[in-house]
Nanobody, 120 residues
Framework: QVQLVESGGGLVQAGGSLRLSCAVS????????MGWFRQAPGKEREFVAA????????SYPNSVKGRFTISRDYAKNTVYLQMNSLIPDDTAVYYC?????????????WGQGTQVTVSS
């Protein structure tokens, strides 16, 4: 099992930047993927970014590609989401997730979420 704790959310003006952090503890194997998702009120949960814990493969949807970057620091057991050129549509609760890449995200581990609000 893995435990995830997000931090770094807050209020930022459009065009600004934030970096979210996800502290990881517990068992993490080389076969794990780490991901970020977000959910705005009344909307479906949306995939934001993913990276293999061991490896360089990353994935982004078109809505954030070129603006968001996922990375990880092995020494700190932390996954980051760097968010640049933020727009109001980025406003949501952001969740960190972990999965074995042979499984679905819903079967993995999730953090408590951190609020990101982007003002006009």
């Amino acid at each position: 099992q893995v435990q995830l704790v997000e931090s770094g959310g807050g209020l930022v003006q459009a065009g600004g930047s934030l970096r979210l952090s996800c502290a990881v503890s517990g068992r993490t194997l080389s076969s794990y993927d780490m991901g970020w998702f977000r959910q705005a009120p009344g909307k479906e949960r949306e995939f934001v970014a993913a990276i293999r814990w061991s490896g360089a493969s990353t994935s982004y949807p078109n809505s954030v590609k070129g603006r968001f970057t996922i990375s990880r620091d092995y020494a700190k057991n932390t996954v980051y989401l760097q968010m640049n050129s933020l727009i109001p549509d980025d406003t949501a609760v952001y969740y960190c997730a972990a999965r074995e890449y042979t499984r679905e995200w819903n079967g993995g581990s999730w953090g408590q979420g951190t609020q990101v609000t982007v003002s006009s």
